[in-house]
Every structure is written in C-alpha cells, then in structure tokens.
C-alpha cells in the first residue's frame, strides 16, 4: 500500500550525451510503498533515468535523492537501491544459493546469516528447495525469481525493474506481472518499473509517467492515463483511440456545445473540460472503442445514437472489433463488443446503429 511519504525525489534531471539530450528536465516524486512506472517508446529515456537513480549514471544537471538525501556522488552500491536487469544477470556457473547471496558474501557476512537471509528471499519468490540447483538448470521464470531474491536479500528501500518480464512468453509473462504485484503489495517497498508494453503498466502500478523524447507527458494513475489522457499522443500509446473532429458552436451556462464529426451537435458540462482549456481551442474529441456500442435489438437504446454500416470485424474470442464506417466521418471508427451468449457477429456491409454518451468523450486542442 503506498503512503504520500516521498522516497524518491526527481528535480530537474537532465542527461546529455554529447550534443544528444536524452533527459530534458524531469520532475517528479514517488513515493514509499508505490508500484511506480517509467513507460514509453524505445528510446524516449525511460531506461537512462531508471539507470540514473540506480547510480550507473550520473545527471549532467539536477538532483535525485532518495529517503530524503541527494544521492550526487554516491556510487551505485552504496545507494538503498537495487536493479533487476532485463537480461536477469544470474552467474550461470553458481548455483541458486549462491547467485542470490552474492551480494551478502561480499560484506563479509558470516555463513551461517547469509543463508538464513538466503532462505528467507527464496521463500519470497517461491522458491524454497532450489537453492542447490544449477543457474542452468532453470526455466526462464524461475530465473526472474532469482534475480528478484537476489536484489531482495539486500533489504533495499527501491527495487528497480528494468524490463524485467520481456523475454517471457504471454501466459508466464501473466503470472509473473501478478506475483510481482502480489509480492510488492506484501513487503511495501517501492517498486520502479520500465517498460513499453502500456497493458503491463496499467495492470500493475499505482501511478504511471508516459514519456516521449526525454520528457514525461503525463503521470497519472492508470484509470486517469487511460480514462483522461493529456494529449492525443498519450490517448493514442495508452489503448486505442478514436478521433474526430470538432469545433466550438456556442457555450452557454450549461456547458460548451461542440459539433463533432459524424456525432453531431453536443453539449459538454463545464467540468469536462480540462482546466486551463480554452473551449475554442478544441480541435478533437476521442472516444475509446469500448465507449461506442453496436445496438443490435431495435429496443436497445444508448444516450446518443447514430446510423453506420460495418466495415469489418475481428473475432478475438471474448472480444469482437468492429470497423465502422460514420457519415461525414472519413476515417472509420473501431467498436469494441464483448461476445456473449446468442449474440451474432455484424457481417460487413451491415447497417448499424452506434450508442455513445457524453461522459465517453475526451477533448483535445
């Protein structure tokens, strides 16, 4: 459970190599006990700056400090920090034991405490019994359970994740972002997670910070990423996006009424409106593919509702996809409708009826 008590502070932080600025002034404060991720594309610095925290990299400008202390000229091992690397970097030629009490036996600590603490972190990730076995000799989930026993064994206050769940097939991928999550919750210390894959994020952090180009876009929690996003560019790398056109037609004490493509004339409560948003500054509204609805009973009835003919559609099973074509809309808009029982699948080239409702829209300028 995370607290409102700062454990990382970031003020500032800029890195450079050479003429290339990769970090372009990063501010932001996690805090004890969070589940934290740094999410974006490849190469926007997600990676430089999980690095920069961990002491592998030193700021060209600004300040990180960590429980309270500016960690400028503190090395790497001697930071509350530390990192589990995307290749996992187990000793192939030590045994489970010994990869996960490296760390202890060069403190000198006695052997006797060292495997005390050794059992104690196998048992965290579920691996009581392995601790004779062959680094080799492992699968590849077993293997990020010993990276993780590994940092855990060092008490730190931060575990750094750096794409740790990469190369991972889907379902073990699934389980492993479950227990990790589980993990996390049931010791409390502050987890720091990169990644690029937006579902892993969302699943598995109490806040986010979208990154573009060394920047931080938008940090928010996952409901209010994906629900509100800042910018078209964060609605458009957090799920899927429809947008259309708009523009201001009037506003009046009840709200802003916007025409929208395909949608018509339709009035917005004030409080939709994003502060510091100019009304007619508004270019786009987005509505996410789960926010329309095909209303396939002539009883059916959605707030709003609008004729369209089917372009195509993708049965993924639980889920279906629409492609549907919107008059006065050049772009077709994509439907999400879950399958259930007696339900058929629209064939292309079918007339439709679309439900939408005004909480489903998201304004952009």
């Known amino acids: 459970m995370s607290t409102t008590k700062p454990i990382i502070e970031l003020r500032d932080v800029r890195k450079s190599f050479g003429a290339f600025e990769a970090l372009k002034g990063i501010n932001a404060v996690i ?24 002491g592998f990299e030193p700021p060209t400008a600004g300040d990180i400090s960590i429980d309270g202390k500016s960690m400028d000229g503190i090395a790497a091992n001697a930071r509350p920090t530390n990192m589990v690397f995307q290749s996992y970097a187990i000793f192939p030629h030590l045994s489970v034991a010994d990869n996960v009490g490296y760390g202890l036996k060069t403190k000198k600590l006695p052997k006797a405490d060292i495997k005390r603490e050794v059992d104690g972190a196998l048992a965290m990730v579920d691996l009581v019994g392995y601790g004779d076995r062959g680094a080799h000799e492992l699968s590849g989930g077993q ?77 928010a929690t996952p409901e209010e990423l994906y629900r509100r996003p800042a910018t078209q560019r964060v609605a458009s790398f957090i799920g899927v996006m429809n947008f259309l056109e708009a523009k201001l037609e009037s506003s009046s004490d009840q709200g802003v009424t916007l025409d929208i493509a395909a949608l018509g004339n339709v009035t917005l409560p004030y409080q939709a409106v994003p502060q510091g948003m100019n009304p007619a500054q508004i270019a786009k509204v987005g509505i996410r593919p789960e926010m329309l609805t095909l209303l396939f009973d002539p009883t059916d009835k959605a707030e709003n509702e609008v004729q369209a003919e089917v372009v195509s559609s993708d049965y993924y099973g639980d889920m279906t996809y629409y492609s549907v074509s919107l008059p006065n809309q050049k772009d077709p808009v994509i439907i999400s409708m879950r399958n259930t029982a007696g339900r058929s699948i629209a064939a292309p080239g079918s007339p439709v009826r679309v439900g939408w409702g005004v909480e489903s829209v998201v304004l952009f300028e």
């Not at 006990?33 to 961990?54: D, H, V």
């Open 31 to 54: 805090n004890e006990g969070e589940f934290f991720s740094l999410l974006g594309p490849s190469g926007c610095g997600k990676t430089t700056l999980l690095r920069m925290i961990a």
């Open 143 to 219: 293997r990020q359970r010993v990276a993780l026993a590994r940092a855990l064994v060092m008490r730190p206050k931060v575990i750094l994740l750096d794409e740790p769940l990469s190369a991972l097939d889907k379902k073990l991928r699934d389980q492993m972002q479950f227990e990790l999550r589980e993990l996390q919750k049931s010791l409390g210390i502050t987890f720091i997670l990169v990644t690029h894959d937006q579902e892993e994020a969302l699943i598995m952090s109490d806040r986010i910070a979208v990154m573009f180009e060394g920047e931080i876009a938008q940090l």
